[in-house]
C-alpha cells in the first residue's frame, strides 16, 4: 500500500517521521514464557504490548425491536445500516473480525485495547456475538480493556448494562467505589485507565458523547490513587479530527475541555480512541500536550486495520496492519514511533 506522509488520513497527522515496514509486527517480537510474560533478563526494561482495535460495528439476526425503538434514534440507525450504506460497508465485519481474533490469539498480546462501537444498532444480541468473535466466553480468552462507544449505547434502553455484561471480562481493575467507570488495569508498567464516554442519544442526528461531571470527579480521584507508571486513557470519542481541528459539535465529546484537563493533571501520557474509522495520531494537539492515537475501524471495508504497540521506556512503537482481502489475513501497511509523556 503506498502511504504519503503527512497529509493522508492513514498517516501521521501532524507529520511525525513514519516509514514502511515489511516485517511481521509481533510476530517477530520475543517469545513469552510458559507463564505467559515475555522472558527479560535482570538489567532490561520490561517491554509491554498491547493491539488496539475499534468501531467493528458487528451485527446479527434475531434483535428483538421493542415499540419505544421506532420512535429513538435507533430507527435512524436501522436507516443508515439497510439503506445508506453502512450495512454495505460493514458486510464482512464478522469474518473480518475472527480473522483478527485469529491473529490476536496466536501472537499472544499483553491486552487488546478495544475503544468502542463493538455493534451496528445497539442491541443485546448484537453486543453477545461481539463478545464472543472476540472470544470473551473462552476460557483462554485473551487479557484485554473495553469501553463501550455510540452505538453501543444507541438508546435509553441500550444503556442497560448489556455492553458491561458481555464485556465484563475485559472491564476488571482498580475502581474507587461501585460504579463501573473509570477503572484502571494495570499491565505490566503501565496503567490503562477506560473512561465510558457514551450516552445515549435522541436525535437522529446527534452523534455526540459526554463524560459527565460525576465519572470526571471520580477519574481526577483514581489518577491521584494509582501508583507510578505510564498512564493510557482509553476512550471512545477522540480529542481531534486527523487534520487537527476540533470535531463538530454533534460528533464529539461535549465536556472535552473538562476531560483534558482531568487527565493532564492526572498524568495521562497517551489517549487511545476510537469514533473515526480512519486511523490517524498526533504527537500533540492544540489541547493536549501528550500524544493521540485514533485505531479506525477494524472491520469497515477498504480502511480495515488495527494497531499494534510496543510500549518500553515510554517509548511507543506501532505497527498498523491492514486486512488484505485476498489472503483473509492482516498485513503491515506502515510503522511510527511516538513518546509518551
Request: charged content about 25%.
Amino acid at each position: 500500500m503506498e502511504h504519503t506522509c503527512p497529509s493522508s488520513l492513514d498517516g501521521e497527522a501532524d507529520g511525525e517521521h513514519c516509514r514502511k515496514d515489511k516485517g511481521g509486527g509481533l510476530s517477530n517480537l520475543p517469545i513469552r514464557n510458559r507463564n505467559g510474560v515475555r522472558a527479560i533478563n535482570a538489567n532490561e526494561t520490561p517491554t509491554i504490548r498491547l493491539a488496539h482495535l475499534s468501531d467493528v460495528h458487528v451485527t446479527t439476526r434475531g434483535c428483538r425491536w421493542q415499540r419505544s425503538d421506532w420512535l429513538s434514534k435507533r430507527l435512524a440507525a436501522w436507516i443508515n445500516l439497510r439503506f445508506l450504506g453502512r450495512g454495505h460497508r460493514f458486510r464482512g465485519a464478522t469474518a473480518v473480525l475472527a480473522a483478527l481474533m485469529k491473529e490476536l490469539r496466536q501472537q499472544r498480546p499483553d491486552a487488546i485495547v478495544f475503544s468502542g462501537d463493538a455493534t451496528a444498532l445497539g442491541f443485546e444480541e448484537e453486543i453477545k456475538h461481539a463478545a464472543e468473535l472476540f472470544g470473551l466466553h473462552l476460557e483462554d480468552r485473551l487479557p484485554g480493556v473495553a469501553v463501550p462507544g455510540n452505538h453501543d449505547y444507541c438508546t435509553t434502553v441500550a444503556i442497560n448494562g448489556a455492553f458491561e455484561r458481555h464485556f465484563a471480562s475485559w472491564q476488571s481493575g482498580v475502581r474507587l467505589d461501585e460504579e463501573i467507570y473509570p477503572f484502571a488495569q494495570r499491565v505490566g508498567e503501565l496503567w490503562l485507565i477506560a473512561v465510558n464516554s457514551a450516552t445515549p442519544n435522541r436525535w437522529a442526528w446527534d452523534a455526540s458523547g459526554g463524560v459527565g461531571a460525576e465519572q470526571l470527579e471520580r477519574l481526577r480521584r483514581l489518577l491521584k490513587h494509582l501508583d507510578g507508571g505510564p498512564r493510557v486513557l482509553v476512550t471512545h470519542y477522540p480529542i481531534c479530527l486527523a487534520s487537527g481541528h476540533a470535531e463538530r459539535r454533534t460528533h464529539g465529546l461535549r465536556d472535552l475541555h473538562d476531560v483534558v484537563r482531568v487527565a493532564a493533571e492526572g498524568g495521562i501520557g497517551l489517549w487511545l480512541h476510537g469514533h473515526r474509522h480512519q486511523h490517524y495520531r498526533h504527537r500533540q494537539t492544540s489541547w493536549t500536550p501528550f500524544p493521540v492515537v485514533c485505531a479506525g475501524s477494524s472491520t469497515q471495508q477498504g480502511i480495515w486495520s488495527y494497531s499494534e504497540y510496543t510500549i518500553r521506556n515510554r517509548h511507543l512503537h506501532g505497527v498498523r496492519r491492514i486486512y488484505d482481502h485476498g489472503s483473509k489475513q492482516f498485513r503491515v501497511a506502515e510503522t511510527f514511533d511516538l513518546t509518551l509523556l
